[in-house]
Nanobody
Framework: QVQLAESGGGFVQAGGSLRVSCAASGLTFSLRTMGWIRQAPGKEREFVAAIGRDERTTNYADSVKGRFIISRDNTKDTVFLQMNSLKPEDTAVYYC????????????????????WGQGTQDTVSS
């Protein structure tokens, strides 16, 4: 059974930092693009960041570029999102997601390319 378990979310003041993690099990982690997607209250889910199977290729939404860093450790089946210089508009539930096995990285911004999703972790940034 596939499980994606997020942890590390919380509450922080604007300008602060948070780091969220996602531990995967039950799937071939090293074959999948991993992504972070968020959903703010009353809004649709939106792409935040993705990282390729090679642990190096990354893709970021314009709204977080230069502030967020995605990384992964294929030996531990874990993906991370380091969020710096946080703004109140970053407040959302953050989901990690795993793409279909061997699905091309160029589809990483397409939420439909993700087959498995975590339960989400709430991150709140106060002004």
């Amino acid at each position: 059974q596939v499980q994606l378990a997020e942890s590390g979310g919380g509450f922080v003041q604007a300008g602060g930092s948070l780091r969220v993690s996602c531990a995967a099990s039950g799937l071939t982690f090293s074959l999948r693009t991993m992504g972070w997607i968020r959903q703010a209250p009353g809004k649709e889910r939106e792409f935040v960041a993705a990282i390729g199977r090679d642990e190096r290729t990354t893709n970021y939404a314009d709204s977080v570029k230069g502030r967020f860093i995605i990384s992964r450790d294929n030996t531990k089946d874990t993906v991370f999102l380091q969020m710096n210089s946080l703004k109140p508009e970053d407040t959302a539930v953050y989901y990690c997601a795993a793409s279909g096995a061997s699905r091309p990285f160029w589809r990483s911004r397409d939420l439909r390319s993700y087959d498995y999703w975590g339960q989400g972790t709430q991150d709140t940034v106060s002004s």
